[in-house]
């Protein structure tokens, strides 16, 4: 299974208008709050040099079930959360020149890939990729941003890279992924789920935590849900997966 910055899989393998009265109050339009979200929807964002590079931070989400009619229910539940906005098909236009499409790109030949825009807690926005992929185990989704398009204020540096650089940034963004994932569970039920940088290419970690076995050592957090619940076995390394050496 690819990674997030390699072409999209071979179709034979995956698959109202609000008014605010109240012109005073903060958030309001006119507000300096307002006007800055509306300077950052108006910024590139797609088009950025970087935007779609450098492998992703993602969630990759298993469901048992390979059919395309629980493929486009789970699409739907991912773009419903308050944090995205799409879905788009081309990520060579910003999405203010591009309206949010449907899922027709969802059939038996395959299924297509979907970006869109995450924007963080801190009001920073990347653009975001979902991924579906069905195959012989079942339907695996997976969803994140590529690491070239987080915000350069979160300096980064070489990540995945050990480079010595701190990474508080990274907890963070796995939790906005949790939340994620959590809204899409809520809607679709999932099986498990695997954080981190480029998860698509461990999913043989994900089946084997969900036929019970935990490896003791986990470079990316697990999340799996059962009848009696969800249970979270947290990452054992905290460093950045790869060296320069």
């Not at 012109?23 to 088009?47: D, E, H, I, V, Y």
């Not at 298993?62 to 739907?76: H, I, M, N, T, Y």
């Not at 419903?80 to 027709?104: F, I, K, M, V």
């Not at 185990?137 to 990540?159: E, F, K, M, Q, R």
Request: proline share 10%; glycine share 10%; charged share 20%.
């Amino acid at each position: 299974k690819p990674a997030l910055g390699n072409p999209p899989p071979a179709p034979s393998r995956c698959l109202g208008v609000a008014t605010n009265r109240n012109l005073n109050r903060r958030g309001a339009p006119g507000s300096g709050r307002q006007a800055s979200t509306l300077c950052q929807k108006m910024s590139p964002l797609f088009t950025l040099p970087d935007a779609w590079s450098g492998g992703s931070i993602d969630a990759l989400m298993f469901f048992g079930d390979a059919s395309v009619d629980l493929a486009v229910s789970v699409a739907e539940a991912i773009w419903s959360a308050d944090c995205l906005d799409g879905p788009y098909r081309d990520r060579h236009t910003e999405p203010s020149s591009q309206a949010h499409c449907g899922y027709s790109g969802f059939t038996d030949d395959g299924c297509e890939q979907l970006v869109g825009v995450l924007t963080h807690p801190d009001g920073h926005r990347s653009t975001f990729v979902h991924t579906t992929i069905r195959d012989d185990d079942g339907l695996w989704v997976y969803v994140g941003p590529p690491t070239g398009s987080l915000p350069n204020t979160w300096d980064i540096g070489a990540y995945p890279f050990d480079d010595g650089k701190p990474t508080q940034w990274l907890d963070p963004l796995l939790g906005t992924l949790h939340r994620i994932c959590d809204h899409v569970h809520s809607r679709v039920p999932a099986k498990g789920a695997i954080f981190g940088w480029d998860t698509l290419a461990d999913p043989e970690t994900l089946l084997a935590a969900l036929s019970g076995s935990i490896p003791a050592e986990r470079w990316a957090p697990i999340t799996i849900w059962t009848a009696e619940g969800r249970m979270d076995y947290p990452a054992t390394h905290t460093e950045p997966p790869m060296t320069t050496a």
